[in-house]
């Protein structure tokens, strides 16, 4: 893109929170201060600690903050779900509302985006190393395992499938039809991305993990759950049942993505 592109870009970040308190208003107040930020949507899943107040309070000290709340509690992928209907911008990412992600580093997440190579980025854990507290190693086995999988069905060379950082094109991730729960949004949009042909890019992030002890939500059941979902979003679900209508995409020619706009491509739900 060129530079009044780049200037006009608009981010939407998405911040599912569920008993998030201590650190809500840390990640907000970050996010306030990024580079081509339109908006904040704070969807709360029935947090039974502060966090709607938190972010009710924040939506109204901020214009560009808006918090929505889930009468159940209903997992990561329903707040996402309902937050990502709310977005306008033309990238929407995923932010989570712990501090184990650092919004400032949003900035060269979406600059693959912002520049007219991707329709789709990755903040990776795993690839040229930054700042990441050393956990779990059954989580990391976990991951990897998940990663390869995944890999193996998608046909993407990605290193880190169970990020919390994911970006996309708005028009791309507001057409998706979303139908798993829990922590399923991972594995299913990564498929389903696959099966559009989008142009997926990764950028290494920091990672400042958290344990249980301190608030760690996701355990070996949700990992299980996964890989359940690899298959069935891989194997058994098609490209019409992915989208609500067809996206369009940044053009697939090499030459295309270094001029001043990309072409988008329409694709064809089909198959």
């Not at 780049?6 to 929170?17: G, K, T």
């Not at 190393?129 to 390869?148: D, E, G, I, S």
């Not at 069905?153 to 970006?167: F, I, Q, R």
Request: net charge neutral.
């Amino acid at each position: 893109m060129n530079d009044s592109k780049n200037r006009d870009a608009s981010l939407s970040v998405v911040i599912p929170a569920y008993n998030e308190e201590t650190t809500l208003a840390t990640i907000v107040e970050t996010l306030l201060t990024i580079p081509h930020l339109l908006e904040v949507i704070i969807v709360d899943d029935c947090s039974t600690d502060g966090t709607r107040k938190i972010a009710e309070h924040l939506a109204h000290q901020h214009l560009q903050v808006n918090a929505l709340s889930l009468t159940k509690n209903s997992g990561k992928t329903a707040a996402l779900k309902t937050g990502i209907a709310a977005t306008s911008g033309d990238i929407v990412i995923v932010q989570d509302a712990d501090l184990e992600y650092d919004p400032r580093e949003i900035a060269a997440v979406i600059a693959p985006i912002v520049q007219g190579h991707a329709d789709v980025v990755y903040g990776s854990r795993f690839l040229v190393r930054k700042a990441t507290r050393v956990l779990y190693f059954y989580h990391y086995l976990a991951n990897r395992t998940l990663t390869f999988l995944s890999n193996l069905l998608t046909n993407l060379n990605m290193t880190d499938v169970e990020t919390g950082y994911k970006a996309f094109r708005g028009n791309i991730i507001r057409n998706m039809l979303i139908g798993s729960s829990g922590f399923g949004f991972e594995i299913e949009v990564t498929a389903k991305i696959a099966k559009l042909g989008c142009a997926v890019y990764e950028v290494p992030i920091s990672y400042y993990g958290r344990t249980y002890q301190e608030g760690k939500k996701i355990g070996f059941s949700d990992g299980l759950a996964a890989l359940c979902l690899i298959f069935r979003y891989n194997l058994f679900c098609s490209l019409r049942s992915s989208y609500k209508q067809a996206p369009t995409l940044i053009a697939q020619n090499p030459i295309a993505t270094r001029v001043a706009t990309p072409t988008a491509l329409p694709v064809r739900l089909d198959t």
